[in-house]
């Protein structure tokens, strides 16, 4: 499929088993929570296309261009991006930046599979999690969740609250391990020592968000806005920050060995001679200040 490939045309192939659309024109195309894995766009024209929410697992996106397009939780496990054009790509709430043109060969936006699991969170986590998970099915949304914690709850471990508008919550303490927050607002929230181990915050909004001495471990935070977010003491290891915007944030003391920081935009982002990163990384060279 080469040219003027309609969405009606590329779902109905792809039910039938087609798999290979590489160079099809979906520019302006509407996909959002299309099923398409495995899907061949290699080349493919999907600028300014609403992807929002669409799985794109194991998907060919190598020298396809992306400009402009709706990426709010996108599912790119595994996804091929060699070469993918993403200037400007929306990243959260039709929010618009331009991102680096260097892109992993493969994108990993969701945890690997072979990523160790959560070590104890200690005293933040009750030795009675496994039997709150009843009760924690019913939490299905941000006014729940926020009912819940105010009630003393702490512990909401794989809990899906995709797009939650969770502005200025007071979360301190909480464990959200595995959960799925892509897309969610947590401008100005208070995530002091939280657990975000694992946790899918794909395009979330954490501007100027309080993450102290949380845990985002093995996270994928891929394109999420992290402006001016407090970050001091931090375990990032691992975690995905691809295309993550950090300008002015503070990552003193925090520890991002092994994290991905492909295409992130670090300029003016604040880290102390106890910042921990990765062999090779050169912070000022990106843009970093040393406090």
């Given at each position: 499929?080469?040219?003027?490939?309609?969405?009606?045309?590329?779902?109905?192939?792809?039910?039938?088993?087609?798999?290979?659309?590489?160079?099809?024109?979906?520019?302006?195309?509407?996909l959002a929570?299309?099923?398409?894995?495995?899907?061949?766009?290699?080349?493919?024209?999907l600028s300014?296309?609403?992807?929002?929410?669409?799985?794109?697992?194991?998907?060919?996106?190598?020298?396809?261009?992306?400009?402009?397009?709706?990426?709010?939780?996108?599912?790119?496990?595994?996804?091929?991006?060699?070469?993918?054009?993403?200037?400007?790509?929306?990243?959260?709430?039709?929010?618009?930046?331009?991102?680096?043109?260097?892109?992993?060969?493969?994108?990993?936006?969701?945890?690997?599979?072979?990523?160790?699991?959560?070590?104890?969170?200690?005293?933040?986590?009750?030795?009675?999690?496994?039997?709150?998970?009843?009760?924690?099915a019913k939490?299905?949304?941000?006014?729940?969740?926020?009912?819940?914690?105010?009630?003393?709850?702490?512990?909401?471990?794989?809990?899906?609250?995709?797009?939650?508008?969770?502005?200025?919550?007071?979360?301190?303490?909480?464990?959200?391990?595995?959960?799925?927050?892509?897309?969610?607002?947590?401008?100005?929230?208070?995530?002091?020592?939280?657990?975000?181990?694992?946790?899918?915050?794909?395009?979330?909004?954490?501007?100027?968000?309080?993450?102290?001495?949380?845990?985002?471990?093995?996270?994928?935070?891929?394109?999420?806005?992290?402006?001016?977010?407090?970050?001091?003491?931090?375990?990032?290891?691992?975690?995905?920050?691809?295309?993550?915007?950090?300008?002015?944030?503070?990552?003193?003391?925090?520890?991002?060995?092994?994290?991905?920081?492909?295409?992130?935009?670090?300029?003016?982002?604040?880290?102390?001679?106890?910042?921990?990163?990765?062999?090779?990384?050169?912070?000022?060279?990106?843009?970093?200040?040393?406090?």
């Amino acid at each position: 499929m080469q040219q003027n490939a309609s969405v009606r045309q590329l779902l109905i192939a792809y039910s039938q088993g087609k798999r290979d659309f590489s160079h099809a024109n979906l520019s302006r195309a509407s996909l959002a929570g299309a099923d398409l894995v495995g899907i061949n766009l290699q080349g493919a024209d999907l600028s300014l296309a609403d992807l929002q929410g669409a799985n794109l697992g194991q998907a060919n996106l190598a020298g396809a261009n992306l400009r402009g397009a709706n990426l709010v939780g996108v599912n790119l496990t595994g996804a091929n991006l060699a070469g993918a054009d993403l200037w400007s790509v929306h990243r959260h709430g039709g929010a618009v930046s331009p991102l680096s043109q260097k892109q992993p060969e493969q994108a990993v936006v969701a945890i690997a599979e072979d990523s160790p699991p959560p070590p104890p969170l200690q005293n933040r986590i009750s030795k009675d999690a496994p039997a709150l998970k009843k009760g924690l099915a019913k939490v299905t949304s941000a006014i729940e969740l926020l009912a819940s914690y105010q009630a003393g709850e702490r512990n909401f471990p794989g809990i899906n609250l995709t797009g939650a508008n969770l502005r200025r919550a007071d979360l301190s303490g909480i464990n959200l391990a595995q959960a799925r927050l892509d897309a969610a607002d947590f401008r100005n929230a208070n995530l002091t020592e939280a657990c975000l181990q694992r946790a899918n915050l794909e395009g979330a909004n954490l501007e100027r968000a309080n993450l102290r001495s949380a845990t985002l471990d093995a996270a994928s935070l891929w394109l999420a806005d992290l402006q001016f977010v407090n970050l001091v003491g931090a375990s990032l290891r691992k975690t995905n920050l691809g295309g993550a915007d950090l300008r002015s944030a503070n990552l003193q003391a925090a520890d991002l060995q092994d994290t991905n920081l492909t295409g992130a935009d670090l300029r003016g982002t604040l880290y102390s001679a106890q910042t921990q990163f990765s062999a090779g990384f050169e912070p000022a060279a990106m843009g970093m200040q040393q406090a």
